[in-house]
């Protein structure tokens, strides 16, 4: 049996920062996927189709520092084949089109705020909320995106090294 991937395009809000960044779900769906463009990249979804009878795991995907949300999409594609709910950020001002958080503290800081309010936003999703299994969420990343997925799960990171690092970045 094929198994189809749903996929929606969604935005997230930060109100409080005045921020509003993507995101990509990608779920299990009965609907047959077709081949869509996603910039340079072409996906076998099934754009905005219904999801799957069932409650699924949410695994939310963090990218590397300049990446974008389509930086793990086989990972994504592969969940969503295998009955997850994957969710795939563009972390504002950290990613391939603005990456001009790169040096700071205030990247360390927003990158696990917007991944909870992108968790938020999916279990709150009309689509979503009576099919995501809230109690199994799991979170991954490469490079800093493994920091925001750890400082996201109550990690306490030593910044003396990256303060330092920004300070000397930014003197030149």
């Not at 990608?26 to 189709?49: I, Q």
């Not at 999409?73 to 950290?94: D, K, S, T, W």
Request: aromatic letters at 8%; hydrophobic letters at 40%; proline letters at 5%.
């Amino acid at each position: 049996m094929e198994k189809f991937v749903g996929c929606c395009k969604e935005e997230v809000c930060d109100k409080e920062n005045d921020i509003i960044f993507p995101m990509l779900a990608r779920y299990p769906t009965n609907t047959a996927s077709t081949p869509v463009a996603f910039g340079a990249f072409s996906l076998e979804v099934a754009m905005d189709a219904p999801i799957a009878e069932g409650r699924f795991p949410l695994v939310m995907i963090s990218h590397g520092s300049a990446g974008s949300c389509l930086a793990h999409r086989a990972l994504g594609m592969y969940l969503a084949q295998n009955g997850f709910v994957a969710g795939m950020i563009g972390h504002p001002f950290n990613n391939r089109h603005n990456n001009e958080l790169q040096y700071t503290l205030q990247k360390m800081s927003y990158r696990p705020r917007h991944l909870r309010m992108a968790i938020d936003a999916v279990c709150a999703h009309a689509q979503f909320k009576n099919h995501v299994a809230q109690e199994n969420v799991a979170i991954t990343g490469h490079s800093v995106g493994g920091y925001t997925a750890l400082a996201l799960a109550g990690g306490a990171p030593h910044t003396h090294a990256l303060a330092a690092l920004c300070q000397k970045s930014t003197r030149g």
